[in-house]
């Protein structure tokens, strides 16, 4: 079978004949990218899906009654996994694609775009970042929804991560500006009663708050309070505008209180003391770096923070941030960090007799990958093809004109491809991404409530 029939009409239609839980899938003749440090790269080599979850790895599987795709030319990669985007935001799109500074961000959409906000434009915003996500290959999204301005919003936002069909996570936070309910974060408990109350379903429930005061007051800055909401709850916190030294003196406030553990992920975390990131080596705390928004906004220093990570014993997760001025898509970050740290690490040795210490393509994989997993409290769910995990998977068209050859898959995948090149996206076994089309979208529809969200955003003056 040709590249071009790997996911045709035809098996789609035979996929969706059979009930989910008793759907078998099994690809064949794949490269395989497994991102499991044990499976490593696999060869001609198939993958079977078994209901939402992937039961076998390796070559000469036996099919049985699996509907066959044959994956010829392609290579199989886990989904990838955002740690953190502003996902009400994308009707705004490159709105301000020149953004000098934080300030800049900050006035113009928290004080400004999003006090108009109401709940269904927090639906469609969140509807279309994820959506996108899964077209360019995101499983797995962390949705830092800072605009719950109501139960309502939040309502809102929860339910178009659900009618999506991404592997969600709701990170929770008030509003910055403007009025709200002031029901947060205590409508937490409701929202995780409401709808996340199992430990076996595609969305999951974070706390999301700040590093410090200096935005949006103490209310929102993470401290022993809202560390006490998140334990009894059971969820993690992801805290944003992790920047210079008044966050790493929080940092260190945190770990002397002991409200530093895996199941808190520090976002940016650019700027920060060696102390600090000693602090959070030594508590396992997990950092979400954001490529394209601390180089191109220009977020402390600018530089996205992988080395000091790497050397706190940290490996990072990846993130998006915001549409209104970055790009949306998973390889963007991939490429942007390794060519930015790879710069950084030759530049500093030039004229000396030091070795660079650079990081790989597969690195940045990792990252993208099974770190981001890890970092949104998902490893032992998605992040990588090992047998037992849900079948969160790419199917990228290695033989496509901009691919070819294939020689190395993990280059392919990081530095060849881009959304065109994935022919197929599966979500806990569901197909979303097929024939290169995300599945279940009528466009048109979607355009026009995308664009009128739009125009009563921008022409309703700020509250």
């Known amino acids: 079978m040709h590249t071009n029939d790997t996911t045709s009409a035809a098996v789609l239609d035979q996929l969706r004949r059979r009930p989910a839980d008793e759907r078998r899938v099994l690809f064949t003749g794949a490269t395989i990218v497994t991102m499991d440090p044990a499976l490593g790269v696999l060869h001609d080599a198939d993958l079977l899906v078994e ?109 178009a991560l659900r009618d999506t069909r991404i592997r969600g996570v709701h990170a929770a936070m008030g509003p910055h500006f403007g009025d709200w309910d002031k029901q947060w974060p205590g409508d937490l408990t409701r929202l995780k009663e409401q709808y996340f109350s199992s430990d076996d379903q595609l969305l999951t429930l974070r706390l999301a708050t700040l590093a410090t005061d200096e935005i949006a007051g103490p209310a929102l800055a993470y401290g022993p309070e809202l560390a006490r909401v998140a334990e009894d709850l059971g969820i993690g916190a992801s805290v944003d505008a992790v920047f210079g030294t008044a966050s790493s003196e929080a940092i260190l406030r945190w770990a002397e209180d002991g409200l530093l553990s895996p199941d808190v992920t520090l976002i940016h975390a650019t700027g920060l003391t060696p102390e600090a990131w000693k602090a959070m080596g030594e508590t396992g705390t997990t950092v979400a770096l954001a490529p394209t928004s601390d180089a191109q906004i220009g977020l402390e220093t600018a530089i996205p923070a992988v080395d000091e990570a790497l050397s706190a014993g940290i490996r990072p997760g990846l993130s998006i941030d915001v549409e209104v001025a970055l790009v949306s898509d998973m390889f963007t970050q991939m490429r942007a960090l390794h060519a930015i740290q790879r710069m950084r690490a030759v530049n500093a040795a030039y004229g000396t007799d030091r070795e660079p210490r650079r990081i790989t393509t597969h690195d940045v994989l990792d990252f993208a990958t099974l770190q981001g997993a890890r970092t949104n409290g998902l490893d032992a769910v998605t992040g990588s093809l090992t047998p037992g995990k849900k079948a969160d998977l790419l199917v990228i068209q290695a033989e496509d004109l901009n691919n070819m050859p294939l020689n190395d898959p993990i280059g392919t995948v990081v530095l060849g491809s881009d959304p065109r090149n994935i022919s197929a996206v599966l979500v806990d076994g569901e197909p979303r991404k097929w024939n290169g089309h995300v599945l279940d979208v009528d466009l048109p529809a979607l355009r026009r409530e995308v664009h009128t969200s739009r125009a009563y955003v921008l022409n309703t003056p700020a509250a």
Do not use: C
């Not at 959506?131 to 139960?151: E, K, Q, V, Y």
């Open 51 to 159: 209901g939402d979850t992937i039961t076998a790895v390796g070559p000469g599987l036996d099919a049985g009654d699996a509907v066959v795709v044959d994956a010829t030319g392609a290579v199989l990669s886990p989904g990838f996994v955002d740690t953190h985007r502003h996902a009400w935001e994308a009707q705004l799109r490159r709105i301000m694609p020149d953004v000098d500074d934080l300030g800049a961000y900050v006035m113009s959409t928290l004080a400004g775009y999003a006090t108009v906000y109401r709940p269904e434009d927090m639906y469609t915003g969140t509807k279309l970042a994820a959506l996108t996500a899964l077209d360019s290959g995101i499983t797995t999204m962390l949705d830092f929804s800072h605009n719950s301005r109501t139960p309502e919003h939040s309502d809102a936002a929860v339910e």
